[in-house]
Structures are given as C-alpha cells and as structure tokens.
C-alpha cells in the first residue's frame, strides 16, 4: 500500500514536542509493507516550517534539508 503524507505528518514526526508526534513516528517508521511517499510541496512546506518554529534549538535551513532526506526518504 502506498501512502502520501502531508506536512502536518511529516512536522509532527520530526519534532519531538509536537503533540501528535508518537502517532506520526508510529506512521512514519512501522509496517514494511507501506510504500511512504511525499510530494515536493510537502517536503518544501515542511523544511520552511522546520526553520520557522519558534522552538528553543532553531533549524537552520542545511540541517532541516539533511533531516527530510535521511528521515523521510
């Protein structure tokens, strides 16, 4: 089975304080069988709220990038 997920998935996974971010991780990393994809706009919504959160350890642009490619591709 394929899935597509958007940024609110992919933000949620990705940041820890997110209050969705155990569902998102269990979507994002468990059954083998689900082809997981995103499509390019959710990848660049996502890298551009990644380095806009108002979060204590700011993301900068290079690292948000490094994080989608290792963790989501």
Known sequence: MKVAFDTSVLVAGLVEDDPEHARAVSWLTTDDTMERVAHG?????????????????????????????????
Do not use: M
């Open 41 to 73: 706009h959710a990848y660049a919504e996502t890298w551009s709220v990644l380095t806009a959160l108002p979060i204590e350890l700011h993301v900068c642009g290079e690292v948000a990038a490094a994080v989608l490619a290792s963790e989501i591709a």
